[in-house]
């Protein structure tokens, strides 16, 4: 009996019970339809094997949730205009402004590997550019991938490596190649162009020959080898070759040791200074690195090596590891940590910020996290991160972008603001010349995300694991290829609705994620509520035989919910749903010579027009300076939720379009001004109380505010 038959027996049994169960009680929430079977589960069971997409092959852990190639989601509403927008923006035309992607000299064309032009950025772009291409159909984008990604599959040298010749001191640098992989797995996830699979197998067989010493040796690479054994495993899942595991526990091996505490501090990564010449902290030896990327990359390093070990303490290394860095220096609304180049002790007030760099990188992290355990957290987190902070890193036209973005910052200039952040320059101006990483790396943050709002489950289903009006086709249950429409303005609106297109009836299972912060969400199929009031679960499964039209619709109630930071001063911040709220400031634009505001380490193609692209200071043009008046028996009574239109140009995150606002009372407390940094004055220093009159503020999105001020100061006279 196939194990489809099982489930599928099994699920009618389920049926049958719920109905029986159901006989003669008034509030039965299973619906009338015997068809349907709506079970809520916290994992997905992951002991089948998925007959249609590749997963895990022993002895590896099996695979939780599984990811579709490139392509077969396809983004509609805000994240279709995103990817349009990155295209006519800096993602798209990057080519003509960066030094780095000039195709004169640079080694990622050459035949020899050497070139002026050879490191991490051309990879970083790809990575996203290409992805770009194949989710939205774009000719002239594969085309121009195909330049680069040609080069690279015809690059391969006899002793396996291909690429630029590169070196880190004194050994070779494997690095930029790490992020090559991922644009090759990608390219081959579209195309099945076997040469991606000879070529990678190739290069693997090199890296098994360089002996220890020579390998990963020299800072970036030693802490990122996480993204080497990615592609060993992914390598592996696809060929079997057994030196792919061999090469993979020696990846491990030479790779930082992310599950190490209590490191002597000379172990201690980029380490640099504490605040005011303190000592430095015990805890801060938990960490073996705490610049932001590294981290935002590198945390999830032991989660990939459990897939080997099946050690459930590899696992939990990576969730300690997320939570370390965020009980120091995380207690701020946005997802992300204040690490404004690396997290220093002392250093984690709300005006801290984190690199665009680490916000896609978490994003990427999330998602990685999500397929290995199948933990709907990792998708809670993915979105926040998305939806409120990495928006905030870029223009709406995403003509530019910065360095830094912090939860709260009332100004974006050309000054120096260190070391109130740790990077001396100017690292907050919205330049597309600068922020040299950046620049390149934010490329990946929304395909990847939109690759991962669907997977397929091991159970043959396929599983709505972050939300976003979008198009999938799958194969499920019987190999029948269906399509499913999701129509949303999630995360603007509770309502999201799935409609099932499919030339069969075919029996599957539809898998949703419900939330962690969703209280009483609902489900409805074609029509009729088949279950509610759920809570604190991690997916509600539907399974049925599905025909053409069927439609599903979940509603995840969003109320407003206030939190307060007690180890930032007592700090507020308000969310509702899945976004996190900000003071809208209103802002003034002023245009500056990209040349002239650049950072130290960039560079620009000659002839890159600064008239063309510009770069924009941003200063405020009212007060913010505000704490807000919250009742604390009932906060969510002090604010009240005004839903607007939803925008024209399918682009919510700018002030002028945002469709959802918060209207809330405050006081102003005007010793909370920018400091001798020029930032954003820190919460410790400030009054409890103020004098100030109570007035009505406005509240947006933090994605739509380019300044804001999310975690507000404890006001202690805030009720009268
Ligand atoms: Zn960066």
């Not at 032009?117 to 772009?125: A, H, K, L, Q, S």
């Not at 020696?250 to 000592?279: C, F, M």
């Not at 933990?375 to 926040?384: G, I, L, N, R, S």
């Amino acid at each position: 009996m196939s194990q489809n038959l099982l489930v599928m027996l099994k699920n009618r049994f389920k049926s049958i019970l719920a109905l029986v169960i159901c006989a003669g009680l008034i509030s039965c929430t299973t619906g009338n339809d015997s068809n349907n079977s709506v079970t809520l589960v916290d994992r997905i069971p992951t002991e089948y094997t998925n007959q249609f997409y590749v997963s895990n092959r022993a002895p590896l852990a099996p695979s939780a949730l599984i990811k579709l190639p490139v392509g077969s989601v396809k983004p509609e509403g805000f994240l279709k205009e995103y990817l349009i927008r990155q295209k006519n923006g800096l993602t798209g035309n990057l080519g003509e402004i960066s030094a780095w992607l000039q195709k004169d000299n640079n080694a990622w064309l050459s035949k020899d590997g050497t070139g002026e032009w050879g490191w991490e950025e051309v990879p970083y772009w790809l990575k996203g550019y290409a992805n770009i291409g194949y989710i939205m159909n774009d000719q002239p984008m594969i085309d121009e991938s195909m330049i680069w990604l040609e080069a690279v599959l015809t690059s391969q040298r006899e002793n396996g490596d291909f690429g630029p010749k590169l070196m880190d001191g004194d050994h070779p640098d494997f690095w930029a190649k790490m992020i090559m992989l991922y644009c090759l797995q990608s390219y081959y996830e579209y195309s099945q162009d076997e040469r991606v699979i000879a070529l990678i197998t190739n290069y693997f067989k090199y890296e098994l020959t360089v002996p220890d010493d020579e390998f990963l040796e020299g800072y970036w690479q030693r802490l990122r080898g996480g993204d080497n054994l990615h592609s060993v495993l992914w390598l592996y899942n696809r060929t079997g070759d057994d030196f792919l595991l061999e090469l993979a526990e020696k990846i491990h091996q030479n790779t930082s040791d992310w599950a190490g505490r209590d490191l002597p501090i000379d172990q201690v990564r980029n380490y640099y200074e504490v605040r005011d010449g303190g000592e430095v902290p015990d805890w801060y030896r938990d960490q073996v690195d705490w610049h932001n990327v590294n981290h935002a990359q590198a945390f999830r390093e032991p989660a990939q090596y459990y897939l080997l070990t099946k050690n459930e303490k590899d696992l939990q290394a990576t969730y300690e590891n997320f939570r370390i860095i965020r009980e120091h220096f995380g207690q701020v609304p946005g997802g992300m940590f204040g690490s404004d180049e690396n997290a220093r002790p002392g250093y984690a007030d709300p005006r801290q910020g984190v690199e665009t760099c680490g916000m896609v990188e978490q994003m990427n992290s999330d998602e990685h996290l999500l397929r290995i355990t199948g933990d709907p957290f990792w998708a809670d987190h993915a979105e926040e991160v998305a939806f409120n902070t990495y928006p905030a890193a870029v223009m709406p036209d995403f003509k530019s972008l910065h360095y830094i973005t912090s939860p709260n910052m009332a100004v974006l200039d050309a000054e120096n603001h260190s070391p109130g952040i740790a990077n001396s320059g100017p690292f907050l101006m919205m330049n597309p010349f600068s922020s040299r990483c950046c620049q390149h790396n934010h490329a990946q943050g929304w395909p990847y995300f939109i690759e991962n709002l669907w997977m397929a489950t091991p159970d043959n289903g396929v599983v709505a694991a972050m939300y976003g009006a979008s198009k999938v086709s799958v194969k499920v249950g019987d190999g029948t290829e269906v399509n499913i429409e999701e129509t949303t303005h999630y995360p603007f609106d509770e309502e999201i609705k799935f409609t099932l297109n499919t030339e069969k009836a075919v029996e599957f299972p539809l898998y949703l994620r419900i939330p962690a912060w969703a209280k009483g969400a609902s489900i409805t199929v074609n029509g009729e509520v088949v279950k509610d009031n759920i809570s604190g679960i991690g997916y509600a499964k539907i399974s049925r035989t599905w025909i053409n039209g069927d439609q599903v619709s979940l509603t995840l109630p969003m109320e407003i919910q206030t939190k307060i930071w007690e180890k930032n001063s007592n700090s507020l911040s308000v969310s509702r749903g899945p976004l996190t709220y900000s003071l809208k400031i209103r802002e003034k634009y002023f245009k500056k010579d990209s040349d002239q505001t650049a950072i130290w380490d960039s560079k620009w193609q000659k002839g890159a027009d600064t008239k063309k692209w510009p770069s924009w200071e941003i200063h405020p043009v009212t007060d913010w300076n505000y704490s807000l008046v919250v009742d604390e028996n009932d906060p969510a009574s002090s604010f009240e939720v005004m839903k607007g239109h939803w925008p024209k140009s399918e682009f919510p995150f700018s002030l002028e379009e945002v469709p959802i606002k918060i209207v809330a009372k405050a006081r102003q407390i005007p010793e909370w001004q920018l400091d001798q940094y020029g930032l954003v004055g820190e919460l410790k220093d400030l009054p409890k109380t103020s004098d100030q009159p109570v007035v009505d503020v406005t509240l947006v999105p933090m994605g739509a505010a380019r300044l804001r001020i999310t975690a507000f100061p404890e006001l202690l006279n805030s009720n009268n």
